[in-house]
Antibody, heavy 119, light 111 residues
Framework: QVQLQESGPGLVKPSETLSLTCAVSGYSISSGYYWGWIRQPPGKGLEWIGSIYHSGSTYYNPSLKSRVTISVDTSKNQFSLKLSSVTAADTAVYYC????????????WGQGTLVTVSS | NFMLTQPHSVSESPGKTVTISCTRSSGSIASNYVQWYQQRPGSSPTTVIYEDNQRPSGVPDRFSGSIDSSSNSASLTISGLKTEDEADYYCQSYDSSNHWVFGGGTKLTVL
């Protein structure tokens, strides 16, 4: 079965760039599907950040588009998120997930990683 | 783009039936599939309904989904409520540009 695991710094300074990686096991990213990032601020709801298709096409939340880059490294079977110019409002649990064009596929969410933006 | 609006919270007693609504602000609810996710405290979300009314394997048939074009909304219905159903529930759909849109979430209390 496919498993996803997020990794990256748990603390990022304001104005810097948040960088996270999602390692995928049990399935080759290059074989198909969309690979997405979703975040959840403490005590709040889910927010879609963006997705990348296995071919490399990217789709970003319009409200974050100017600050977001999602990329794939097929050699390592992982995909990454970069969010620039972060502020405290970007503090959240960040999830990676596998999906279709329509949403996340059952049981293919990562466990999530908390990223705090603070000096 | 459109928004999906859910009630902030709902509560019901064990054994009863509860329905959570998800109203689309613009465009037809029937245009794009709706998914429903359950999230228990401290856990990642998990799908309970996909493509409007389909249940993934392992999800009890107490969970059902539907859409209503007249109210431009989707609904998640949970029958025979159990205490283990207490969680946050999120609806989600997408637009023509493959952008995913989440509802604000509904906290279900089973008391």
């Amino acid at each position: 079965q496919v498993q996803l695991q997020e990794s990256g710094p748990g603390l990022v300074k304001p104005s810097e760039t948040l960088s996270l990686t999602c390692a995928v096991s049990g399935y080759s990213i290059s074989s198909g599907y969309y690979w997405g990032w979703i975040r959840q601020p403490p005590g709040k709801g889910l927010e879609w950040i963006g997705s990348i298709y296995h071919s490399g096409s990217t789709y970003y939340n319009p409200s974050l588009k100017s600050r977001v880059t999602i990329s794939v490294d097929t050699s390592k079977n992982q995909f990454s998120l970069k969010l620039s110019s972060v502020t405290a409002a970007d503090t959240a649990v960040y999830y990676c997930a596998r999906g279709t064009f329509g949403g996340v596929i059952h049981r293919t969410w990562g466990q999530g990683t908390l990223v705090t933006v603070s000096s | 783009n459109f928004m999906l609006t859910q009630p902030h919270s709902v509560s019901e007693s064990p054994g009863k039936t509860v329905t959570i609504s998800c109203t689309r602000s613009s465009g037809s609810i029937a245009s794009n599939y709706v998914q429903w996710y359950q999230q228990r405290p401290g856990s990642s979300p998990t799908t309970v309904i996909y493509e409007d009314n389909q249940r993934p394997s392992g999800v009890p048939d107490r969970f059902s989904g539907s859409i209503d074009s007249s109210s431009n909304s989707a609904s998640l219905t949970i029958s025979g409520l159990k205490t283990e159903d207490e969680a946050d529930y999120y609806c989600q759909s997408y637009d023509s540009s493959n952008h995913w849109v989440f509802g604000g979430g509904t906290k279900l209390t089973v008391l």
